[in-house]
């Protein structure tokens, strides 16, 4: 299976601040990388698919890069509707495999 | 719109089996598949696998193979996954999702099946 390694596993940053969250994977995944938003007790929510590319509806400040095994994610104005956990989901192999999730909150 | 409804909570005994339902709307079913996916208190989704309501093709994970089962049935717009031999460790909410596009964008989700396993 490939593992998926995000850092921080937390993170806390004031509104506006822009934030930043790294996954790597254990092999060469190309591009093939999403990165969800979930809320406490809430299903995760789709935001960035194919490493880099917003999914419809989901708000500009939002953005990924990467490619390979190093893949990144930025919140470039932190807003309190942001505070959830984010995880990143490789899909060039199945089993479908997470990152560990990092924890955004408000300073 | 698109809907994904599932099942309530469940509380199992260890060794007992659970069936959780995902009932759909708003879409041809048989046109996507649906994925399930869990996440045990704290922890990072694993998914379970997936089934294709057209034509009932499987896969499971690895790790889920010969205890778990995915079935559908048509006329209802349903799916489900029925998982056996329960152990503390499956305490877990379950999720079912349907891609949108291609097969690797999980859009819509359920709201999630809350199963605990308790003696």
């Known amino acids: 299976d490939i593992q998926m390694t995000q850092s921080p596993s937390s993170l806390s940053a004031s509104v506006g601040d822009s934030v930043t969250i790294t996954c790597q994977a254990s092999?060469?995944?190309?591009?093939?990388l999403n990165w969800y938003q979930q809320k406490p007790g809430k299903a995760p929510k789709l935001l960035i698919y194919?490493?880099?590319n917003l999914q419809t509806g989901v708000p500009s400040r939002f953005s990924g890069s990467g490619s390979g095994t190093d893949f990144t994610f930025t919140i470039s104005s932190l807003q309190p509707e942001d505070i959830a956990t984010y995880f990143c989901?490789?899909?060039?192999?199945?089993?479908?495999?997470f990152g560990g999730g990092t924890k955004v909150d408000i300073k | 719109q698109v809907q994904l409804v599932q099942s309530g909570a469940e509380v199992k005994k260890p060794g007992a089996s659970v069936k959780v339902s995902c009932t759909t709307s708003g879409y041809r079913f048989t046109s996507y598949s649906i994925h399930w996916v869990r996440q045990a208190p704290g922890q990072r989704p694993e998914w379970v696998g997936w089934?294709?309501?057209?034509?009932?093709?499987?896969k499971y994970s690895q790790r889920f193979q010969g205890r778990t089962t995915f079935t559908t049935d048509t006329a209802a717009s349903a799916a489900y996954m029925e998982v056996n031999s329960l152990r503390s460790e499956d305490t877990a909410v379950y999720y079912c999702?349907?891609?949108?596009?291609?097969?690797?964008?999980?859009?819509?989700w359920g709201q999630g099946s809350l199963v605990t396993v308790s003696s």
């Open positions: 999702a349907r891609h949108s596009g291609t097969w690797y964008k999980l859009v819509y």
């Open positions: 194919d490493a880099s």
């Open positions: 989901q490789q899909y060039d192999n199945v089993p479908l495999t």
């Open positions: 089934i294709n309501p057209g034509n009932g093709n499987t």
């Open positions: 092999q060469d995944i190309i591009n093939y």
